[in-house]
């Protein structure tokens, strides 16, 4: 038997697999098809989730594991900002430290324990970088050859600016009001730039902003791969620093930035040196379920309430507590 466990950062729900306690590391393939199965409401537990987490062991120094992403729809991520803090605490746990790297597809990411944000509610802050801005980094084509900063494209929504920004996932941000931000114009434009489009071949994650205030924003993203989650955790950082970049006066580098989103808070900080940008993520890093599970049925793609054993914590009830006491910023409910 081996164990799985069911995490969330902002209501963006993850099953997390650490390899290394399997006799046989799953192949690509076979990491694919678990992400389909077991994130699928239909055929997997817990009302499905938005990915699946592995941790690998790594062989880099001061590095305590490897994280890979992989979507819901099989598809795999170079980055998950939620999904970091969550590993991040699997491996401090794992390893009885606070402070370390974690190994991911482009970069080797610092990552801290933080003070939790309430009673059984672990937080975690963790680097998101590297930041790109070139098409090719994207990709995009048909939007210019340098970088999109703050510029209206009609072919996406009428009205609109909008900012390129890879973390390194693509970001695709807009700063809307909010008779837009309840509009059906992200849910639409989010599904064109994920399907058969002339700007991403690759797909692109799409966030709208709503600026609340001097460093206060609420983010929604659709998501490359997903479709609508409670939270983007490399969307809300990627939109950090794109507000940071057009609104000076109102998003500060080097100041926290309090990010609301249909799952609940988290908070960025924006850095900029010399040469290149990154950005502090902080936020929950909450367990709701511990799973145990023949290895055999995650080679085989089929973890259900059959093959399974689930085990909930008390950390969901914890979480929605200090949710119902944040400030009530939008009509946009958390997404199952
Ligand atoms: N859907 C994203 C990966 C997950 C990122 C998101 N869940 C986060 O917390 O950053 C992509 O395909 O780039």
């Given at each position: 038997?081996v164990?799985?466990?069911?995490?969330?950062?902002?209501?963006?729900h993850f099953?997390?697999?650490?390899?290394?306690?399997?006799?046989?590391?799953?192949?690509?393939g076979?990491?694919?098809?678990?992400?389909?199965?077991?994130?699928?409401?239909?055929?997997?537990i817990?009302?499905?989730?938005?990915g699946?987490?592995?941790?690998?062991?790594?062989?880099?120094?001061n590095?305590l594991g490897?994280?890979?992403?992989i979507?819901?729809?099989?598809?795999?991520?170079?980055?998950?900002?939620?999904?970091?803090?969550t590993?991040?605490?699997?491996l401090?746990?794992?390893?009885?430290?606070?402070?370390f790297?974690v190994?991911t597809?482009?970069?080797?990411?610092?990552?801290?324990?933080?003070?939790?944000?309430?009673?059984?509610?672990?937080?975690?802050s963790?680097?998101?970088?590297?930041?790109?801005f070139k098409?090719?980094?994207?990709?995009?084509t048909?939007?210019?050859?340098?970088?999109?900063?703050?510029?209206?494209?009609?072919?996406?929504?009428?009205?609109l600016?909008?900012?390129?920004?890879?973390?390194?996932?693509?970001?695709l941000?807009?700063?809307v009001?909010?008779?837009?931000?309840?509009?059906?114009?992200?849910?639409?434009l989010?599904?064109?730039?994920?399907?058969?489009?002339?700007?991403?071949?690759?797909?692109?994650?799409v966030s709208?902003?709503?600026?609340?205030?001097?460093?206060?924003?609420?983010?929604?993203?659709?998501?490359?791969?997903?479709?609508?989650?409670?939270?983007?955790?490399?969307?809300?950082?990627?939109?950090?620093?794109?507000?940071?970049?057009?609104?000076p006066h109102?998003?500060q580098?080097?100041?926290t930035?309090?990010?609301?989103?249909?799952?609940g808070?988290?908070k960025t900080k924006?850095?900029?040196a010399?040469?290149?940008y990154?950005?502090d993520?902080?936020?929950?890093?909450?367990?709701?379920?511990?799973i145990?599970?023949?290895?055999?049925?995650?080679?085989?793609a089929?973890?259900t309430?059959?093959?399974?054993?689930i085990?909930?914590?008390?950390?969901?009830?914890?979480?929605?507590?200090?949710?119902d006491?944040?400030?009530?910023?939008s009509?946009?409910a958390?997404?199952?």
């Amino acid at each position: 038997m081996v164990q799985l466990r069911k995490v969330h950062g902002s209501e963006n729900h993850f099953f997390l697999l650490d390899q290394t306690t399997l006799d046989q590391p799953l192949n690509d393939g076979e990491l694919a098809a678990l992400a389909q199965q077991v994130t699928n409401p239909q055929t997997g537990i817990l009302d499905g989730a938005d990915g699946l987490l592995v941790v690998n062991s790594s062989a880099h120094a001061n590095v305590l594991g490897q994280m890979r992403v992989i979507n819901a729809d099989g598809s795999e991520a170079s980055m998950c900002g939620n999904g970091l803090r969550t590993v991040s605490r699997y491996l401090a746990e794992k390893n009885h430290t606070n402070q370390f790297k974690v190994e991911t597809l482009t970069a080797d990411l610092q990552v801290s324990r933080q003070n939790d944000l309430a009673p059984d509610v672990p937080a975690f802050s963790v680097e998101i970088s590297p930041v790109r801005f070139k098409p090719a980094d994207f990709p995009f084509t048909n939007l210019g050859d340098g970088a999109l900063i703050d510029q209206p494209v009609p072919a996406f929504a009428a009205g609109l600016n909008f900012t390129a920004i890879a973390v390194p996932n693509p970001h695709l941000i807009s700063f809307v009001d909010e008779d837009t931000m309840n509009s059906d114009i992200l849910g639409k434009l989010g599904a064109h730039l994920n399907g058969h489009n002339d700007y991403f071949p690759d797909g692109v994650n799409v966030s709208f902003a709503q600026i609340l205030g001097k460093n206060q924003l609420f983010v929604r993203t659709y998501e490359r791969g997903v479709g609508f989650t409670n939270a983007c955790g490399t969307g809300m950082s990627a939109t950090s620093l794109a507000f940071a970049m057009t609104h000076p006066h109102l998003g500060q580098f080097d100041h926290t930035i309090t990010v609301y989103n249909p799952g609940g808070m988290v908070k960025t900080k924006v850095h900029q040196a010399a040469d290149r940008y990154w950005i502090d993520l902080i936020g929950n890093a909450t367990q709701t379920h511990l799973i145990e599970v023949d290895e055999a049925q995650l080679h085989g793609a089929n973890v259900t309430t059959e093959t399974a054993t689930i085990e909930p914590t008390t950390e969901e009830t914890a979480y929605l507590k200090f949710v119902d006491q944040l400030p009530k910023v939008s009509a946009i409910a958390v997404k199952k």
